[in-house]
């Protein structure tokens, strides 16, 4: 069983689409808590509103990593809420080796672009301008680089002409929010094989 910590900076639209898949059926994983390092983050207003622990983090001194002291009380309430496994989702900073090696392989995120390109901030945003004609999303293990790690699940929409950069994020999110849930339900069924970067998904391993 997955048991979830999810970590986000913002509004926690793709913790909502994990959280209404668990209640749905259709992702057998337990989401233990909620992490921001965001006070106001309406993310942890998400997970109060399932009665899921919210719990806020200062990850100062540092501005765009997670690290140091903060880090070492993340670890903690993992520990205290029995999490194997974490999802980032929205989460802006970077992840450092205190967390990387307890949770090894155990860390996935979602990013706004097909990986490897436009990686990094503002990653919509950069695609527009550069006017591809399709984009999309990529969950992908987290190792010590910025979003370098195996990809587990792409999709892709097209930019139409007529899309503005707002309309083009919002088909974007859409499938941000089926791709999510899907990988987790995968590596919850065991089916994730790693071939050195290649991910294939094997038959099911937990039924
Ligand atoms: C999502 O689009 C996610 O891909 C992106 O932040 C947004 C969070 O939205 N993540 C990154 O840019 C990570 N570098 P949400 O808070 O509504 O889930």
């Not at 967390?99 to 672009?113: D, E, F, V």
């Not at 919509?124 to 999303?137: E, L, N, R, S």
């Not at 680089?145 to 309309?167: F, H, L």
């Not at 919850?188 to 970067?197: H, K, T």
């Amino acid at each position: 069983m997955l048991k979830l910590a999810i970590f986000g900076s913002g509004s926690g639209t793709n913790c909502q689409a994990i959280i209404d898949a668990v209640e749905a059926g259709m992702l057998d994983a337990e989401i233990r808590c909620v992490l921001s390092d965001v006070a106001d983050a309406y993310i942890l207003e998400r997970a109060r509103k399932h009665h899921i622990p919210a719990i806020h983090f200062d990850c100062a001194p540092f501005k765009t990593k997670l690290d140091g002291e903060a880090e070492q009380k993340v670890l903690q309430i993992l520990e205290d809420h029995d999490v194997n496994f974490i999802a980032l989702a929205g989460f802006m900073r970077i992840v450092k080796n205190g967390l990387l090696n307890t949770y090894a392989g155990r860390i996935i995120n979602i990013h706004p672009s097909l990986l490897p390109s436009f990686p990094g901030l503002d990653s919509g945003k950069q695609a527009f301008d550069y006017g591809v004609k399709h984009t999309g999303c990529t969950v992908h293990f987290v190792d010590a680089g910025v979003d370098t790690g195996a990809i587990i699940n792409q999709k892709t929409i097209a930019i139409e002409d007529s899309d503005t950069r707002e309309s083009m994020m919002e088909k974007l999110h859409a499938q941000e929010h089926i791709a999510y849930p899907e990988a987790l339900q995968w590596i919850a069924e065991g089916r994730i094989q790693l071939d050195g970067r290649r991910i294939t998904l094997g038959p099911c391993l937990s039924g």
